[in-house]
């Protein structure tokens, strides 16, 4: 069963990475990256178990808590960004450029 | 007879040698560093400094005397100049006391001459302090007792040239001609220099009192390439060919310089160095032999060379050439021929001198007109300089009893007997001398007065006439002196040897009578042309012949062909390249690196999906990469 | 058994879950697709020893922050939608392939990296997962959880701090705001009283219908575009409203205005109106749309293909 | 005593000092009395020296990181005496020659003076350093302060110049930086210091790549064509004071290395090489010289001779004989006093007319006769006139290598030639002839001048005429690092009396 958790979570992640390159509104973008942690996550708690090891968990554990944390700040300059440039979309804050 | 050993010296007037030199090093030091202050009275330190010298140098001879001929090479340690390679000391003998005597005697008397003739001159005390920087370099390169210090007084009488001709250096004329005449130089110390490195490869030593006693044991290519790499120092030097194009050029300086650097003193340093490195000659008969070509070649060049000179001046620079080369071709005999060769100096030293000087009293009370088409006449107005100078100008052209007689016969005759064809060119030269010595004397003193209406010709003060006097004195009697009885021929035997049978002096040899007869000729033709005839106050176009002489056969024209156009294609295009080239090569780098740099930074195009891209493109790698070497 | 059934109902679930989150165009849809995914992993958890974990899953992730995303999205546009339309170039192509790669690479790698027996928990779990859970926190990883804290509360700060908007002038009082608006009627004319309200003068008391002036026609000033704009869409808009509106576009394209039209809005179809207000903007009238533009904010950038290159 | 950490220490308190100093003519006169301690506590040192003592003398050594084997290791032959007596003469002539120097600009004229004192102690540090790493250290540090005094007080084209300087410069330090790490591992001693690492490659082929590693480091400071056109750049941009250090000590740093590491570390591929160098040394003493006589702006034409002079000393110090070795360390000494008057003399003629063009100036000696007599004599001494202390080392130079390779020195010798033409040429375009209407109000040199110019001309003259002081202490170091090269000089082809037989 192990396997098929790991390929699993590899395909959540890959998917999310799909998602966070081909997508540009800053929010879905940030969807997609949660979708990834989460994908780390399963793989982190299917690790615990398969080596007996609650550690495994408690890194899931804190992932979540980073999370949150990222997702606060993160939504917080999306809404920032989008108060000045009226825009969610990520190819629209390119300025930092050659 | 060889030459004699060399003995350490200690005590007396040789043992203080160095003070010949340090006289004249003082008084140049004083009035360049005293700066203004000592412009009242600087011409008198010169001077003071110059006899002080005489008198050593009289003192040393003295007591050079007082020993056996054999020992009369004395050397005089003084300090160890480059560890290794160089002693500095000092060598007095016969050839070197010969030269000092003629040097600080002449420079005396010329020192004396310039208070008069530089009397008007600002920079009157910068003049004396050059001459007696002049002074102390031809000392030291006399005395030396090494290459090295030789060379430093060679390379010091070229820095004193190069100041006094271009003394008068807000001329750009002078400038000219001083730069002219230190790069020319260049190139014979360059040969020089080779000839000392070859030497010290060689002989480990610079020292002459250990190199000429070894000289033998080298091989035949050493010394022959030594001889000849001397010899284009000594061309330099001397003004011989191909070297000769400074000398004409020199005149633009003072003619006192002309006098004591440019005809009595410094061009016969090369004279001097091919007889103080005889011992090297002597084991290589090429290089004696290109020597005596060398001498020949100029003897004739200069004489043809003063044929067609209207500058008074010139026309007594291409005789001192044609005079020099008397010397070296004695000098390239051998020991028969360097008595004469010194003899000669001796008697030119003071007769060239009295003609320079000479003409630089025409030139005083012409208004320094040179021009002799603009002359004519003047014996009345100037007795004593044209007493003087016709002295001079009889010792030249070998007129019987006088000095050049004796010396310059004694050189024709040595020549003959060493080689039939030059002796022959150098009667031939004699010949020639007596026509432009004529054609120069007849044209200032004699016919119809050719002034500018604005000259007041008048004879000069007595400080500048009495130098002439005496150096006329010396140019009558000095050479009966020297070469009757061989007088001179022994006393310089220890020093340079002499032949095992000494010359007879033969007042009507064949030679001789032919010589005499050439130059009474050349005389009366240029009666004819010049002492009878109209003198045109404009130079008439003349015969290719002519140009050819007046261009200083082309010499000129020929180094700025070979040398001076090329090279100055040379500097522009090796400008260019360090331009283009070297430097374009780095700048094209930077500018290329930065090219490149421009276009890679469109890769941050700011979106930053792209950058996410390339992350995940390199995710991707990297797990790839790890599965390839882990499954290995 | 249990176990494999509920995986790969949960897996197939979970995997078009997430494509369907990538692939929807509407943000909304998104969210709730992402929904999805997070309960079908706390499911997941719970089935591999780990209640805790799903718990938590679902009470920060499904509850708090897919809360939080849904609360965002409504600030920046709820019906808003993206064009898929991509603008890089050859980005969507090597972003599938990578994807595919990784994902491939991924599942070779670690997939193949344990071919024994899961050992199971319940070594581990002898006096239960949570207090298990929480003696590993408290004791050898406690110094990271004392950290997480700092981090949570610098992240409730820094939100703060993100979303604060200093004020650059004075808050307009409504004496200014008077004052503005009847400067504005001196130099343009532009009627100072409020607009009529809808319905004013009506005979129903309600949002979609205009108000009548005194001779009984409709007043363009009190129909909300937007409404009308939806009810031409559905062919409800009253056709006297309509002639009225087109009526007045024609003027004030003639006097110079540049607002969208009638006809051109209900072609562009639904606009990305921002639904944030500035807390310090004037409230402009609802039914005005060129207000919006006029009051000082800056329009949306138009998005074109020139922007992707 | 700690004597060479003394020296460095008491410059860099300097340089601290000078930036506390709120005044600038006070700051001046402090920078110029802590320049005179130093030359002071350097002579004192020199006077304690004994040339046939131990190797080197002074000695300090202190780890610095233990780790990698790196000390802090300071100690003088022969060789680096001289160099440091030459800096530290050197500084003091150029703190009252830049007196007013750094006031044209907007810089702060402080910082310039500091900049100074840094550059000394690192001028020191680089030339006693007997740890290679230490040396390496030096050797790039020393680019700072002088990137800045470039960058920030040149001319109009500075920082193109202090640009490329710092870029050349940069790209040899880096190669040298791969060969000191490489050399390091491959010795596989755990240390950096330079006695330690001698001998310890013995593969000539890892010599090689070393050698050429260190080689062209030193090659592009010294400079050695063709990685010379940064010097004409840096060196017209230069203010006077900082082209004469530039050219006058730190890019002897470029010839001491070749002698001090290329030869005595890599000893085969130094010999392999000899042709390369010998060949690249004679293509600059003729190539440096013909560019020169084609400048038209002096600074330019001063820093292509000095080119060409640097061709002569890594010609010296690859002949690989006592007396061109003896020589070349004499050269460079000598070529600091001669090229630094030839600078600052030329730097004050353009002070006083605004202008580095040839073509600007004319029969500048009547109105200005100290000023060009003394712009003469240091004329005379790049075209290495006897009497003046160039042509003893020059004559060494070339005496030394004609011993072993005669077609070279030949072809090296016509350099004496081509100096007379760039530098007498010059000297007529400039001083003499009538005088050009913009000069006609030139003032000669002022008191502050001439105490600048008096000391390097002094020195040129006592030591033309008597280098043994120098040469007693070059001497067995010299003879030193030729040993270790196992080489010996070529004997007479005739032997001659010895003296006092």
């Given amino acids: 069963m192990t396997t098929h958790y790991l390929v699993l979570s590899a395909l959540l992640f890959a998917i999310g990475g799909v998602g966070v390159l081909v997508r540009r509104n800053a929010i879905v973008v940030f969807m997609c990256v949660e979708l990834m942690l989460n994908a780390c996550n399963l793989a982190f708690v299917t690790f615990a178990r398969q080596n007996g090891n609650l550690d495994g968990q408690v890194i899931a554990f804190f992932v979540m808590i980073v999370a949150a944390a990222e997702v606060v700040i993160g939504l917080a300059i999306i809404v920032t960004i989008f108060r000045t440039r009226r825009s969610a979309s990520v190819d629209d804050a390119s300025l930092l450029k050659y | ?632 | 058994m249990g176990e494999s059934i509920t995986f790969w109902v949960l897996a197939v679930v979970s995997v078009v879950a997430a494509l369907g989150l990538v692939f929807s165009r509407r943000a909304v849809y998104s969210a709730l697709m992402l929904g999805v995914v997070m309960l079908s992993l706390a499911v997941l958890y719970a089935v591999q020893d780990a209640p805790f974990l799903a718990a938590v899953q679902i009470i920060v992730y499904t509850g708090a922050v897919m809360m939080l995303f849904l609360f965002v999205l409504m600030l920046v546009g709820v019906d808003s939608s993206d064009s898929l339309v991509e603008t890089i170039k050859g980005q969507r192509f090597w972003a599938i392939v990578a994807g595919l790669a990784f994902a491939a690479l991924l599942a070779f790698g670690i997939g193949n990296a344990f071919v024994a027996a899961p050992k199971g928990l319940t070594a581990a779990t002898q006096g239960g997962n949570v207090p298990s859970l929480a003696q590993l926190i408290f004791t050898r990883h406690v110094f990271a959880f004392e950290v997480t804290s700092a981090l949570l509360i610098t992240a409730a700060l820094g939100a703060m701090v993100l979303a604060h908007r200093e004020r650059t002038a004075p808050k307009a009082t409504q004496r200014d705001l008077s004052r503005q608006r009847f400067v504005t009627f001196g130099r343009t004319g532009k009627n100072p009283a409020p607009l009529p309200g809808p319905g004013t003068y009506a005979r129903h008391n309600a949002i979609d219908m205009p108000a009548l002036l005194p001779d009984g026609g409709v007043s363009p000033l009190s129909v909300n575009r937007y409404i009308a704009r939806h009810e031409a869409e559905e062919g409800t808009l009253p056709p006297e409203i309509a002639r009225v509106l087109e009526q007045d576009d024609l003027e004030r394209r003639s006097n110079g205005h540049s607002t969208p039209t009638l006809a051109e809005d209900a072609r562009s179809g639904p606009d990305t109106e921002p639904l944030i207000e500035d807390e310090d903007d004037e409230a402009a009238p609802h039914d005005q749309p060129d207000e919006a533009v006029t009051a000082g904010r800056i329009a949306p950038r138009p998005r074109s293909e020139e922007d992707g290159k | 005593m700690p004597w060479l950490s003394t020296l460095m220490g008491v410059s860099v308190l300097g340089a601290l000092g000078v930036t506390l100093v709120r005044n600038d003519k006070l700051a001046k006169q402090f920078t110029l009395v802590v320049s005179l301690i130093v030359l002071a506590l350097t002579v004192a040192m020199a006077v304690q020296f004994s040339p046939n003592g131990d190797k080197f003398q002074f000695a300090e050594t202190y780890d610095w990181i233990p780790a990698f084997g790196v000390h802090y290791g300071v100690a003088v032959d022969g060789i680096a005496l001289v160099l440091i007596l030459l800096s530290v003469i050197l500084v003091p002539i150029v703190v009252l020659a830049s007196w007013h120097d750094a006031e044209k600009g907007k810089r702060s004229v402080r910082t310039y003076f500091s900049l100074l004192l840094v550059l000394e102690a690192m001028m020191i540090g680089v030339f006693a350093a007997t740890d290679v790493f230490l040396f390496y250290v030096f050797f790039e540090a020393m680019l700072i302060p002088m990137y800045f005094m470039i960058g920030s007080y040149g001319g109009a084209q500075r920082s193109y110049a202090a640009v490329k300087f710092l870029l050349y410069s940069l790209f040899g330090g880096l190669l040298m930086l791969v060969a000191v790490i490489a050399l390091y591992s491959i010795a596989g001693k755990g240390t950096f210091m330079f006695s330690d690492l001698v001998g310890t490659v013995q593969d000539v082929t890892t010599q090689k790549w070393l050698f050429l590693g260190f080689f062209i480091a030193f090659a592009i400071k010294a400079p050695l064509w063709p990685f010379h056109t940064w010097l004409p750049d840096a060196a017209a941009q230069a203010p006077a004071g900082a082209a004469v250090l530039l050219v006058g000590v730190l890019d002897k740093v470029g010839t001491y290395g070749m002698l001090r590491f290329c030869l005595e570390l890599f000893p085969d591929a130094a010999k392999f090489f000899t042709p390369l160098v010998i060949t690249l040394s004679v293509i600059g003493i003729v190539y440096g010289a013909i560019v020169a006589i084609g400048q038209t702006d002096m600074k330019r034409l001063i820093a292509y001779t000095s080119v060409s002079h640097f061709g002569f000393i890594a010609m010296g110090v690859f002949a690989m004989t006592t007396d061109a070795g003896a020589g070349a360390t004499l050269y460079m000494v000598n070529h600091g006093f001669s090229t630094g008057a030839l600078f600052l003399i030329a730097g004050f003629l353009i002070h006083r007319r605004g202008s580095q063009f040839i073509s600007d100036y004319g029969g500048v000696q009547k109105v200005a006769p100290i000023l060009a007599g003394t712009f003469l004599v240091a004329g005379l001494s790049s075209l290495s006139l006897p009497g003046l202390s160039t042509f003893v080392s020059e004559f060494m130079v070339l005496t030394g290598t004609y011993q072993r390779y005669v077609v070279p020195s030949v072809i090296a010798a016509t350099g004496v030639i081509l100096a007379a033409i760039y530098i007498l040429w010059m000297y007529q375009r400039t001083m003499n002839g009538p005088t050009a209407e913009s000069v006609k109000s030139l003032p000669d040199l002022n008191a502050r001048e001439k105490w600048v110019v008096a000391p390097l001309i002094a020195l040129l003259l006592v030591f033309g005429f008597y280098p043994k002081p120098l040469l007693d202490v070059i001497h067995p170091a010299v003879k030193d690092t030729l040993s270790s090269v196992s080489v010996t000089d070529p004997g007479a082809a005739v032997p001659v009396a010895k003296e006092g037989q």
């Fill in chain 2, 1 to 632: 007879m060889e030459p004699a050993e060399f003995i350490q010296h200690s005590g007396g007037a040789i043992g203080v040698a160095w003070l010949m030199i340090a006289f004249p090093l003082v008084g140049a030091a004083i009035l360049l560093l005293g700066g203004r202050r000592t412009d009242r009275f600087g011409h008198l330190v010169g001077v003071v400094m110059a006899v002080a010298s005489f008198v050593v140098a009289a003192l040393a001879f003295v007591q050079l005397l007082g020993f056996q001929p054999g020992e009369r090479r004395r050397l005089i340690p003084l300090y160890d100049f480059i560890p290794g390679m160089a002693k500095v000391g000092l060598l007095v003998d016969p050839l070197s006391i010969s030269f000092c005597l003629l040097i600080t005697f002449v420079g005396s008397l010329i020192h004396v001459y310039s208070i008069g003739y530089m009397a008007h001159d600002p920079n009157r005390r910068r003049f004396f302090a050059y001459l007696n920087l002049f002074v102390a370099a031809m000392l030291l390169l006399v005395l030396a007792d090494n290459y090295v210090a030789l060379f430093v007084g060679w390379e010091g009488v070229g820095l004193a040239s190069y100041l006094l001709i271009g003394f008068w250096q807000h001329k750009p004329s002078a400038a000219t001609a001083a730069k002219k005449a230190f790069i020319v130089n260049r190139v014979g110390d360059f040969g020089l220099l080779i000839g000392i490195f070859t030497i010290f490869a060689t002989f480990h030593s610079l020292a002459f009192a250990q190199v000429f006693p070894a000289a033998h044991g080298a091989s035949q290519g050493t010394l022959t390439a030594i001889g000849l790499l001397l010899l284009v120092g000594a061309c330099g030097k001397s003004a011989q060919l191909p070297l000769q194009s400074w000398l004409l050029d020199a005149m633009e300086g003072p003619t006192p310089v002309s006098a004591l650097i440019h005809a009595a003193t410094m061009v016969t340093a090369g004279v001097y160095l091919i007889v103080r490195s005889g011992a090297v000659f002597q084991g290589a008969e090429t290089a004696q032999l290109v020597v005596t070509i060398v001498g020949v070649a100029t003897l004739l060049a200069g004489a043809i060379i003063g044929t067609a000179k209207d500058d008074i001046k010139k026309a007594l620079a291409g005789s001192t050439m044609s005079q020099i080369g008397y010397m070296v071709l004695a000098a390239g005999i051998g020991p028969a021929g360097y008595a004469f060769a010194i003899a000669h100096l001796i008697t030119h030293g003071f007769f060239k001198a009295d003609l320079f000087l000479g003409a630089g009293s025409v030139m005083h009370g012409m208004n320094d007109e040179v021009d002799m088409r603009k002359y004519g006449g003047l014996r009345k107005v100037m007795p004593i300089t044209f007493v003087t100078f016709l002295i001079g100008y009889l010792a030249i052209i070998g007129f019987p009893l006088l000095s050049g007689y004796f010396t310059k016969d004694g050189i024709i005759e040595t020549a003959m007997e060493h080689n039939a064809v030059l002796g022959w060119l150098a009667v031939i030269g004699a010949g020639v001398t007596g026509f432009y010595m004529s054609r120069l004397v007849f044209m200032t003193f004699f016919g119809a007065k050719r002034w500018e209406a604005t000259a007041h010709p008048h004879e000069s003060p007595a400080v500048m006439t009495w130098p002439l006097i005496i150096l006329s004195l010396g140019a009558i009697g000095l050479g009966a002196f020297l070469i009757v009885g061989n007088r001179f021929m022994t006393f310089l035997a220890p020093a340079v040897g002499a032949p095992e049978e000494l010359p007879t002096f033969n007042p009507f040899s064949l030679t001789g009578l032919v010589t005499l007869a050439l130059v009474a000729a050349g005389a009366a033709f240029a009666w004819f042309r010049y002492g009878a005839a109209e003198v045109p106050a404009v130079a008439p176009r003349g015969s290719f012949l002519t140009t050819f002489a007046r261009r200083d056969l082309y010499g000129d024209a020929l180094n700025e062909a070979l040398f001076m156009r090329p090279g100055q294609w040379l500097t522009r295009l090796a400008v260019f390249f360090d331009n283009r080239g070297v430097d374009g090569l780095v700048n094209g780098l930077a500018a290329g690196i930065g090219g490149s740099s421009g276009r890679l930074r469109r890769i941050q195009t700011g979106f930053v999906r792209s950058y996410a891209l390339s992350i995940f493109v390199g995710a991707a790698l990297l797990a790839g990469a790890w599965l390839v070497v882990g499954n290995l």
